[in-house]
């Protein structure tokens, strides 16, 4: 996450910290996550034509499992591999729902390609 940034904001108390946003409070929180992405599906390999996935996720660390959850989270079919395309493609994966946190919890985010045969 970033603070302070284009259109990332924080208010109420949260903060910041080693990219990751640190509840101040106990209470119902909604959660917003947005990831945009450009991705090039040319390949060298003319047999390949796997299908590239993206994939983003909140996850919530709590001291009262001691370890990091995934709160939410969705994949995205992005393209198709090919060898003679040079197109970019664009996309982006949005989440958000109401949590009940609890004082000093953390929330990070990951995004990750994955490759699917066809």
Not at 35 to 46: A, E, L, Q, W
Not at 83 to 95: E, F, K, Q, R, S
Request: aromatic share 12%; glycine share 6%; net charge negative.
């Amino acid at each position: 996450w970033k603070r302070n940034q284009d259109q990332a904001f924080a208010s109420g108390g949260l903060k910041v910290e080693d990219r990751e946003i640190i509840i101040p409070t106990d209470g119902i929180y909604f959660v917003y996550s947005q990831v945009s992405f450009h991705i090039s599906c040319k390949t060298d390999m003319p047999e390949d034509h796997d299908v590239v996935h993206m994939s983003h996720a909140v996850s919530r660390y709590s001291d009262s499992y001691g370890s990091y959850k995934p709160l939410f989270s969705a994949i995205r079919s992005a393209c198709v591999q090919a060898p003679d395309t040079d197109d970019l493609w664009y996309n982006t994966i949005y989440l958000g729902a109401a949590f009940s946190l609890q004082t000093g919890d953390k929330l990070r985010t990951e995004t990750t390609t994955a490759l699917l045969p066809r």
